[in-house]
């Protein structure tokens, strides 16, 4: 019996187990899903960038170097080989190579962690095959020249290249017809029984020039009236149109005598192309003007899922990864909230902007409903009052005596007229109004028309400061917080979609927050304008047949 107690309790906390975190020292981690839809075949070691900002990771919980930070598989124990390119803390940008097992359109629920959070955590070694091991030389123009070769092959580039901190990976090298050169090494060499695959990011600032993008022996990659043109002796491939100013993933692969020429992940080329085995110098950027990243070489002819991946995975709008909330976090509250986002990712003119803008509303909420209130209380006893008066008859200043309407305007207009009319009373004599006296009284009862409707129209000046004043108000914060953002994008070097999506969302709920202010109040100030000119026509009637009446029945004939 104690032995079925013992096997319960272990299976009741199976579960516990299976859920456990990798490491209780590192006290924050994320879910990172991976998008396998289109890969096939299955691609395995694929080195995948994974691009964080304010958007999608809070750096106020990770270290300043992010030395916390660790990648653990979908079993939660098996540590990933990762490497950083990139690690801004303070304006909240981070490029982090991560070598996936696998990719597979067969696995529908691919997923990794992120774990960070544990102050004590030291700086993993880095290691020099994040890269799959027929990845023979990655270059990211981290460094000033010479640039590092981040394989085990530490090969070499030197030339002259200015190192652009704003660009598509991280860093890039910008060219400017001066050629960029790595020495010949044997794992460098094109064979054409084993294979090879050359393939990196350009960025051409214009496209009327003739650049050798890649040389190795007889062997070029050209650009040649706008297309892309593989060459060696008298035999070529050309295919592909490149645009300028635009950041476009180019790559050719060798294999027994056939060649392949991609371009953003899609073969443009393909046929017979003879190469010799080649060890020797390779060449990048001959006579090229413009940006170049990512410079990776193979010893193999990669496939073409790897290179439409390849291109996919590391361009700005990459789908491949998405960050999602905490399990825990998830559990509690549900979905991540976009507007919790985009909250979190406001500037502090768009914070103070949207602050007035909330005061704006507030008070424009109060006078609509202080307004609705008087025009409506206004308008039940103005009903109430004018009943009384068109049935007076000869009893007409009697009828203060009949009831109170504290807010009828005209019972006020009436009270108005009627002190005018006894000032002219004699005793025991009949009221007799000559026509100054009539024209004097209607004089006086018009002075209070005036401030009558001085009173239902006070406070509506706030609702037409509101309406217009709003979107303004709500545009001021949108263009600073877009200045802002840019401005920081700029500085920090990461331009991808990612990293910008935040902040100008988060700048346009300063836009929004104007309209949110300027409908209400708009709606509200035509529909109590429309109330008043009601009743303001109503007293202007009222005045001249209360007027009409008396003289009637008071004036001297």
Do not use: C
């Not at 170097?65 to 304006?91: C, M, P, W, Y």
């Not at 982090?96 to 629920?109: G, M, R």
């Not at 239902?456 to 309406?467: E, K, W």
Request: glycine share 8%; proline share 3%; hydrophobic share 50%.
């Amino acid at each position: 019996m104690l032995k079925i107690k013992w096997m319960m309790g272990l299976m009741l906390m199976l579960p516990m187990f299976a859920n456990a975190n990798w490491n209780s020292d590192w006290g924050d981690h994320k879910k990172i899903t991976i998008n396998t839809q289109g890969v096939s075949p299955a691609v395995n070691s694929f080195a995948t960038v994974i691009r964080l900002h304010s958007g999608n990771f809070d750096f106020s919980s990770v270290n300043e170097d992010g030395s916390d930070l660790r990648f653990i598989a979908a079993d939660d124990q098996t540590e990933l080989k990762f490497h950083i390119e990139k690690f801004d803390v303070l304006n909240e940008l981070a490029v982090i190579w991560v070598q996936i097992p696998k990719i597979d359109v067969a696995d529908k629920e691919a997923f990794i962690y992120v774990y960070y959070g544990n102050e004590k955590a030291i700086t993993p070694v880095e290691t020099a095959n994040i890269w799959d091991t027929n990845t023979v030389a990655v270059f990211q123009f981290a460094e000033k020249t010479p640039f590092k070769d981040n394989t085990a092959t530490a090969a070499t580039l030197t030339g002259n290249a200015a190192v652009d901190r704003a660009a598509l990976l991280g860093e890039a090298a910008t060219l400017s017809g001066s050629p960029l050169t790595i020495a010949a090494k044997p794992a460098l060499k094109i064979s054409n029984n084993n294979g090879y695959t050359w393939s990196a990011w350009v960025k051409p600032a214009n496209l009327d020039q003739a650049a050798v993008l890649f040389a190795q022996g007889p062997l070029s990659l050209k650009i040649s009236a706008q297309k892309l043109t593989l060459a060696t002796g008298a035999t070529s491939l050309s295919g592909g149109e490149l645009k300028a100013a635009a950041w476009q993933h180019i790559a050719f692969t060798l294999e027994a005598g056939k060649a392949t020429l991609y371009l953003n992940g899609v073969a443009v080329s393909t046929g017979d192309l003879p190469v010799t085995d080649t060890q020797s110098d390779i060449q990048l950027g001959e006579g090229f003007n413009g940006g170049l990243d990512q410079v990776e070489i193979a010893n193999i002819a990669r496939t073409a899922s790897w290179l439409k991946l390849a291109a996919a995975s590391q361009g700005a709008d990459s789908k491949l990864i998405a960050l999602e909330a905490n399990e825990e976090e998830a559990e509690e509250d549900g979905e991540a909230s976009y507007i919790t986002i985009l909250i979190n990712s406001l500037t502090v003119d768009a914070k103070v902007v949207i602050g007035i803008l909330a005061i704006m509303f507030a008070i424009s909420a109060y006078v609509m409903v202080q307004k609705f209130r008087l025009v409506s209380r206004t308008d039940l006893d103005n009903k109430k009052f004018l009943t009384q008066f068109q049935n007076a008859g000869a009893n007409l200043l009697t009828l203060d005596k009949s009831g109170k309407y504290p807010h009828s305007a005209l019972f006020k207009l009436y009270v108005a007229g009627l002190r005018e009319i006894k000032k002219r009373e004699h005793a025991g004599q009949a009221i007799q109004l000559s026509g100054a006296s009539i024209d004097a009284i209607k004089a006086a009862v018009d002075a209070d028309l005036v401030r009558e409707t001085q009173r239902q129209n006070a406070g509506m000046v706030l609702l037409t400061i509101a309406i217009s004043g709003g979107p303004f108000l709500g545009l001021l914060g949108t263009v600073v917080g877009v200045m802002i953002t840019f401005a920081a994008i700029a500085a920090a070097g990461d331009v991808n979609v990612n990293a910008i999506a935040p902040g100008i969302a988060a700048a346009l709920l300063a836009t929004v927050a104007g309209l949110g202010v300027a409908i209400p109040a708009l709606f509200g100030y035509n529909y109590l304008a429309s109330r008043v000119k009601n009743i303001t026509i109503e007293m202007q009637i009222f005045v001249d047949e209360f007027i009409t009446r008396i003289a009637e029945l008071y004036g001297k004939e």
